[in-house]
Nanobody
Framework: QVQLVESGGGLVQPGGSLRLSCAASVSIFSINAMGWYRQAPGQQRELVASITHGPATNYADSVKGRFTISRDNAKNTVYLQMNSLKPEDTAVYYC????????WGQGTQVTVSS
């Protein structure tokens, strides 16, 4: 079973940047896809970005051009670089990994506020 450990959330001012990390307990070569969802209070969880072998990437329209997902195979880690952050990016961000089934990380809070 894959275990995921997230880090990198926090409080940042509008226009600032954060980088989230998601470290997997297994080789990410064995994982079909990884990515990030987010959930704001009172809202449904939404896909932010995903990455597969290739690597092929996919982004929500709301973050295209501002967020970049990448992977470091040697560290079994996926990153989400978030630039030009907006207050509407405030949410709990969850990493996921799809292998035999989907596994979720514990979530990390991102707050964008002045």
């Amino acid at each position: 079973q894959v275990q995921l450990v997230e880090s990198g959330g926090g409080l940042v001012q509008p226009g600032g940047s954060l980088r989230l990390s998601c470290a997997a307990s297994v080789s990410i070569f064995s994982i079909n896809a990884m990515g990030w969802y987010r959930q704001a209070p009172g809202q449904q969880r939404e896909l932010v970005a995903s990455i597969t072998h290739g690597p092929a990437t996919n982004y929500a329209d709301s973050v295209k051009g501002r967020f970049t997902i990448s992977r470091d195979n040697a560290k079994n880690t996926v990153y989400l670089q978030m630039n030009s952050l907006k207050p509407e990016d405030t949410a709990v961000y969850y990493c996921y990994a799809d292998r035999s089934r989907r596994t979720w990380g514990q979530g990390t809070q991102v707050t964008v506020s002045s």
